[in-house]
């Protein structure tokens, strides 16, 4: 089993920054990829940004240039640096990991709420 555990959420004024992160514990070795998502009030639940081996990289559009995951592999953990923050990046952020074998991922966080005010 993994899990992650999500930090670092809260309330920041438009133009501000957060730094979320996310631990895995478990059998962190079964671990392949992993990836922010968000889910905003009555949207469905959209990939923010996810990293992969080599530490390859790919984000959705509307944080390209503002957000940057990266990943510590020796403390099991991955970061979300979130910059020049928008009231539209309001929502719950859930830390996510796909495992070797798996389709798609596969373990979830339990989220963490941002909450941009303008």
């Known amino acids: 089993q993994v899990q992650l555990v999500e930090s670092g959420g809260g309330l920041v004024q438009a133009g501000g920054s957060l730094r979320l992160s996310c631990a895995a514990s478990g059998s962190i070795f079964s671990i392949n990829f992993m990836g922010w998502y968000r889910q905003a009030p009555g949207k469905q639940r959209e990939l923010v940004a996810r990293i992969f081996d080599g530490e390859r990289t790919n984000y959705a559009d509307s944080v390209k240039g503002r957000f940057t995951i990266s990943r510590n592999r020796a403390r099991n953990a991955v970061y979300l640096q979130m910059n020049t923050l928008d009231p539209v990046d309001t929502a719950v952020y859930y830390c996510?990991?796909?495992?070797?074998?798996?389709?798609?991922?596969?373990?979830w966080g339990q989220g963490i709420q941002v909450t941009v005010s303008s």
């Open positions: 996510a990991a796909q495992r070797v074998g798996a389709a798609s991922y596969d373990v």
